[in-house]
């Protein structure tokens, strides 16, 4: 009897074919839509391997109704939504997909940044709407990416790539960690900055933190209070480490200038989200690592885990190993 491999999202075959001469696989017959809780729940019971998306929650319940389970790998290097320290309190591995994302999520994240400075979307939905009339001497003006200060939240392995394209736009960096990196501080010139220097000196701040107890709601009011008038808050990282409230609050007030948000504290965020009612402020669906080359690469690393655990061999990018 080959172990099962429950597969929480539809993969394509030919990245599936090579696990199917060691697994018995299943899998949840979507590309676009959720495997439904219930249905998860079933799954896990037999399941000795698991491959899952961050949209799907690996809680206690789920842990608890998985007897069987060994190893989870996970198509993101975020891993907020599994217990990790519970799975690795009963044995079970989970591993994540960093460094073949980071270039594409730093392009996304500078990308963001530029279409919020210029307001690229409500330039872009004025002139279909048939609102280009003629040229105004102030109209579709935004603020200057060049020369600016970005601050960075998280110099990680994403933080230092956003950091590269920001030298090259001449800006001045300041970045926060628990961490000092004087390497890098020394190679690109960067400062290093307590939280609240930066919030106050940046023109652009940029969240790349990942979600933990410690980072859940790090940016809120009174941060976001400390920001310049003029100032661009950008998160490429979890909903939740920005507080969505305070951040309403604070863009409907002109507190700060403007939003860029890759991602929100509910996922798909909801249609009726007040966000969304904002002009100042420019929304993606959680798109940082989404190219073709990428995201092949992230499932090519899950299943080389899934691949090496099946033969006894130490699967590759262990969280928390
Ligand atoms: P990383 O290399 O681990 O970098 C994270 C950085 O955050 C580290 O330098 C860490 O430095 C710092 N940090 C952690 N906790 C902190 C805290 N409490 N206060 C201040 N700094 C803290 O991770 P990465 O690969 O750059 O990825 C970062 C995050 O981006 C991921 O966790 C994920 O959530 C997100 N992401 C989003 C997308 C998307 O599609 N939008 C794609 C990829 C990744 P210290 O340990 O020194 O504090």
């Not at 480490?241 to 309403?248: G, Q, R, S």
């Amino acid at each position: 009897m080959k172990p099962i491999l429950y597969i929480c999202r539809e993969m394509p075959e030919e990245m599936v074919a090579p696990l199917r001469e060691f697994y018995e696989v299943d899998m949840w017959p979507s590309t676009s839509e959720a495997v439904p809780r219930e249905v998860l729940l079933e799954k896990v019971a037999t399941a000795t391997a698991l491959w899952v998306v961050i949209s799907d929650r690996i809680d206690q319940e789920v842990l608890d109704a998985a007897p069987e389970l060994k190893i989870i790998v996970n198509m993101a290097v975020g891993y907020n939504h599994i217990l990790v320290e519970e799975a690795r309190a009963r044995g079970i591995i989970v591993t994540n997909t960093p460094d073949v994302l980071t270039e594409t999520t730093a392009d996304l994240a500078f990308a963001l940044l530029m279409a919020t400075a210029r307001d690229m979307m409500g330039a872009e939905k004025a002139m279909r709407a048939g609102k280009w009339t003629s040229w105004e001497p102030l109209g579709f003006t935004g603020v200057d990416v060049y020369g600016s200060t970005l601050g960075i939240i998280g110099m990680g392995r994403i933080g230092e790539a956003v950091m590269r394209r920001a030298k090259a736009f001449n800006m001045n960096v300041l970045y926060h960690n628990r961490r000092r990196k004087p390497g890098v501080e020394d190679m690109h010139g960067c400062r290093y900055a307590t939280l609240e220097t930066l919030l106050s000196n940046s023109d652009f701040v940029l969240v790349l933190v990942p979600f933990s107890e410690e980072t859940k709601g790090i940016i809120g009011a009174e941060e976001i209070g400390m920001m310049k008038e003029t100032a661009i808050l950008v998160n490429v990282s979890r909903g939740g480490i920005v507080d969505e409230t305070a951040l309403f609050k604070a863009l409907q007030s002109h507190t700060i200038r403007a939003a860029g948000l890759d991602v929100f504290e509910i996922e798909p965020l909801p249609m009726d989200s007040p966000l969304l009612t904002l002009p100042n402020i420019t929304v993606l669906p959680h798109i940082g690592s989404a190219t073709i080359k990428t995201r092949l690469a992230m499932i090519s690393l899950n299943q080389k885990a899934l691949l090496a655990f099946a033969k006894g061999e130490e699967p590759n990018h262990q969280v928390m190993k």
